[in-house]
């Protein structure tokens, strides 16, 4: 099973999708890490990817997810796959389910602001929320909850028959 903790810039992916890592034994990759040069400097920029942009790396997200899926391995992958169509290209990997950490914008925009060294500034705040699609099928959790609240409710929510 390959977990993707998804939703807007700022909502705790890697935060949450790192406990949910050490909480399960899966093995945790952040998304950011795959981005090509040239997309992490646009985004440093204040300029949105767009879909051109992200294709590629959807489809490396989903080649290397995949190959953990098919060897039997479970992940947990923290990737913002804001749009249904980024989602349809990360679940060719196999069994992928999707966790939304879902925040109002006052929250988000705070957090971003907020974070120190990161490449995603608090400008593309906006341009997130835009491009959100919110998932008909996700496990929805609240971002103002503990992380390990988070973390609980997800584990729960993955159990089969739930």
């Known amino acids: ?36 040069p040239a997309n992490v400097a646009k985004m440093a920029a204040g300029i949105p990817l767009t879909d051109l942009d992200r294709a590629p790396w959807l489809d490396r997200l989903a080649a290397e997810m995949g190959a953990i899926e098919r060897a039997g391995g479970s992940a947990v992958l923290a990737c913002s796959a804001l749009k249904a169509a980024y989602r349809d290209r990360l679940a060719i990997a196999g069994d992928v389910r999707f966790v939304h950490l879902k925040g109002d914008r006052a929250t988000i925009a705070s957090r971003v602001a907020a974070r120190t060294g990161h490449y995603m500034p608090a400008a593309l705040v906006d341009s997130q929320f835009a491009a959100l699609e919110p998932p008909a099928d996700a496990i929805d959790i609240d971002v103002v909850l503990p992380v390990a609240e988070q973390v609980a409710a997800i584990r729960r929510r993955l159990q089969p028959g739930r």
Do not use: Q, S
């Open 1 to 36: 099973m390959i977990v993707v903790v998804m939703g807007v810039c700022g909502c705790g992916k890697t935060t949450v999708g790192e406990a949910l890592a050490a909480a399960t034994g899966w093995p945790f990759f952040d998304a950011d890490g795959f981005h090509p």
